[in-house]
Every structure is written in C-alpha cells, then in structure tokens.
C-alpha cells in the first residue's frame, strides 16, 4: 500500500499518516497543556484520571522490570499513548489509522529495535552488551540476530496488519451492508485499538527489560 | 504494501518529538504532582505519628495520674472504713452505756413502780385492816376493854416526858378535859386526877364526860395536849399510818 501524499514540505512529501500523527501530536499537545494548568495538589477529575493513566504505566512497567519505570516510562508510555490514539483514529470519520501504514509501524518497530541495543548498552556498557549475543555460544550468534530481526518485523507487521485488517474490514461491511452495519465492528476496533496498542508496548517493554536484565544476569 | 521512507523517517522524528513532548507535559507534571501529593502525604502521616505520639505520652501520663489517683482513692477509703470502724465502735460503746442506762432506769422505775404498788396494796390492806379492826373492837367494845384501855393509858402515862408537858401548860388555870367511852368510876376519876396533877406539878381542873363515839378507852386534853387513849384514835392513827403518815 504506498502512502498517498497530501502535500509537499519543501523536497519532503507529507503522507496523510504524517499528517495524523501530527495532528494526533499537536492535540495531545494542546491537550496537556490546558490540562496541565489545572494540575494541583487537589486533584480535580482530569488530573486524578491523567495520573491514573500514568500510574497504571508505571505499575505496568514496574510489575515487568522493577526500579527502572522513571527510565522507560518516558518511551514505552509514548508507544502506548501513541499507538493507541492513531489506532482509535481509524474510527473518525475520514481519517486513517496512522497504525495502519506499515512506514508508521515500521519506524516504531525499528524505535523499539534501537532502544533494546540502547537501553542495553546505557545499562552495561557496548562490549558486556554486545557480548551476550555469543552466549552462551557464540554458535548461537546467528540465532540472536535472527531474532532481533524477526521480532522487530513482526512488531511491524503485526500492528499494521491488524489494524489496516479492520479498517479493511470496515470499510467492506460498510460498503456491502450499509451505514449502521458497521457498528459492532467498530466496537471490536475500539478493543482492538486497546489490545494492539497494549501488546505493542509490552512487547517493546519485555524486549528493553530483556536486554537490561541479561546484563544485570551476567553481572550477578 | 510499500516501505515510504519520508513516512517512515518523519514517523521516527515525530515519535521522538512526541516522546518529549509527553515527557514534558505528562509523566513530568504527573509524576511531579503524585510526589508533591505523597510528601504532602507523608508529612501529614508525620504529624499524624508525632501527634500519636504526643498523645500516646499524654496518655501515659494521664494514666499515670489517673494511677496515682486511684491509688489515693484506695488509701483514702481504707482510711475512711478504718475511721467509720472506729466510730462505729465508739458509738456502739456509747450506745451499751445508754442502753445500760436505760435500763438501771427503767428498772429503778419499776422498782418505784412496784414500791409505790406494794405501799398501795399496803394501804389498802391496811384501810381494809382498820375498816375490819374497828368493826371487830366496836363488837368487843364493853367496860372490860374499857379498863383494860385504862389501865395501859395509866402506865403509858408514866413513860411521857413530864418537862415537856410542864413546859407547854400555861400558867393560871389548867384544865383537864377527860372523855370516855364508857363512865368511869369515882375511883378511876380520883386515880388519874391525881397522876395527872403529879405529873404536871400543877393543881387541875377536871372534866369528865361519857363519849360512846370513842368506841372503848378515853381521851386526856390538857393545855395543848391531847393525850389518846381510845379505839377511835387508835384506829384513826392507824387508818393514818396506812395512808403513809
């Protein structure tokens, strides 16, 4: 699916999923930027429900690697908020999920894919880092590459594919069924906005948490 | 499906930018304000815990106090059973010497009470006595008693104290009344005269006169004197002596 361009930034074309995400980008902004006026030491209704969304991230994030949420929470939080926002986004009305251009899901992929190696090599060092890819066994170098390949793909194609899936499959109802047809359908985009987002940043997580924790492993 | 490389990098810069964005006006306000709230917290629970503790040592002293207290409660109420003991006892003593009191009095009472009974009954008897005596003498009454009453009045004169008598006649005329229940005999009449006279020291003149209501015996005025000697009187000195004369 090659992305339809809207318009040009001088030489760079802007696709309709860069256009959402920085639509999506400059809600969020103005967004908590009002919010973040009201916020008090007496919570009112959106700053208790802010701080729930962030105390659940950093709950989420402490239950899986355990002292280290302030590090991660900034990246895996973004990834979470991000992906569910351009996921739901696919429900409004002559928008697109931005999660269902693979360019989008690719860069995310790959942000999570660098940050395994960084958040690795920030914990230990480049050389104890890179040295846990030849073990055991350095037989098993390969291996190790092959899967930071795979998982990084499948990151990729696993949130495009599911969510240009149910746009694919909204869009078809609609077009067989009629206008409220589609309903149910949404709701279980709703859900699978939910789900995908919530395995994206989780998966990001183990991976990070796997790379710090197989240094902190060797260390003990 | 293609790879877009302008999406695709444009996508990685706006990921980072947005994970600044987000870091700055979400997790770091948040985060900022669940601490400030938790400090806020914690130093409530601080003052909370200071001030339980305050009030934990308040009421140590409190109970303390409330101790002591208690243990002077306990001191002052034996020191006041002991003192109502000791004035229970005195006032029981007390009482033992009224109520032995009481009773020598109420038994001085009844003694008077059976005194004043007896001397009654005594009286009565005694009124009975003389009612009967004089019933009886009136019946034995007869020139015989009379005589005998005589001659007893004639040795009892002889045992009168004759100063006295002397001392209480006046001077001039002294006269001697003389009844009897029965006449007496010229021989009598001469007989007493004659010891009257004797006994005085003084020349008398006699009256004799017959009283039947003297019952038996006679009846001797002299001066101031009346000298007894009949049933009558001796029954009325009698009667008189039942009455506690």
């Known amino acids: 699916m090659k992305s339809a361009y809207l318009f040009h930034v001088g030489m760079i074309p802007i696709s309709s999923a860069v256009a959402t995400t920085w639509g999506i980008m400059l809600a969020l902004t103005i967004f908590l930027l009002l919010a973040g006026r009201r916020f008090s030491t007496e919570p009112g209704l959106l700053q208790s429900a802010l701080e729930g969304i962030v105390s659940a991230m950093i709950d989420a994030i402490e239950a899986v690697i355990p002292g280290k949420s302030e590090t991660l929470l900034p990246f895996i939080g973004t990834l979470w908020v991000f992906i569910l926002i351009s996921n739901l986004c696919g429900i409004v009305p002559g928008l697109s999920a931005p999660t269902a251009n693979l360019s989008v899901t690719a860069a995310l992929a790959i942000l999570v894919f660098l940050s395994v190696h960084w958040y690795g090599i920030k914990s230990e060092g480049l050389k104890r880092y890179l040295h846990h890819y030849t073990s055991p066994s350095p037989i098993l170098l390969p291996f190790h590459l092959i899967s930071e390949v795979s998982r990084t793909v499948a990151l990729a194609v696993r949130l495009f594919g599911n969510i240009m899936s149910l746009e694919m499959a909204a869009l078809l109802v609609l077009l067989v069924g009629g206008l409220l047809v589609p309903i149910p359908l949404l709701m279980l985009h709703i859900v699978e906005a939910l789900v995908q987002a919530y395995i994206f940043g989780m998966l990001a997580l183990i991976y990070v948490s796997g790379a710090i924790e197989s240094q902190q492993r060797k260390k003990q | 499906m293609e790879l877009d490389w302008s999406t695709f990098l444009l996508e990685i810069v706006n990921f980072l930018i947005l994970v600044w964005v987000l870091k700055r006006f979400l997790y770091k306000p948040v985060i900022e304000s669940i601490a400030e709230r938790r400090r806020r917290v914690e130093g409530i629970l601080n003052d909370a815990e200071k001030m339980r503790n305050d009030a ?24 006041l059973a002991e003192e109502i003991g000791l004035k229970r006892e005195r006032m029981l003593k007390a009482l033992d010497v009224d109520i032995e009191k009481q009773k020598s009095r109420n038994a001085a009472i009844e003694e008077r009470r059976m005194q004043e009974w007896q001397k009654t009954i005594e009286t009565r008897a005694l009124g009975l006595g003389a009612v009967f005596a004089a019933k009886l003498l009136s019946r034995l009454a007869g020139p015989e008693l009379d005589a005998m009453i005589y001659d007893l009045f004639m040795e009892d004169l002889e045992k009168i104290d004759a100063s006295s008598l002397q001392a209480s006649l006046q001077d001039g005329d002294v006269e001697l009344d003389v009844s009897s229940a029965f006449p007496l005999s010229q021989d009598k009449r001469k007989k007493l005269l004659g010891a009257m006279e004797e006994m005085t020291g003084r020349t008398l003149k006699a009256s004799f006169a017959t009283d039947a209501s003297l019952v038996g015996g006679l009846r001797v005025g002299i001066g101031a004197w009346v000298l007894r000697a009949c049933l009558v009187d001796e029954l009325a000195f009698f009667r008189k002596m039942g009455n506690g004369a």
């Open chain 2, 56 to 79: 934990l040592s308040l009421k140590a002293v409190e109970e303390a106090r409330l101790a002591e207290w208690e243990e002077k409660r306990q001191s002052m109420e034996e020191s």
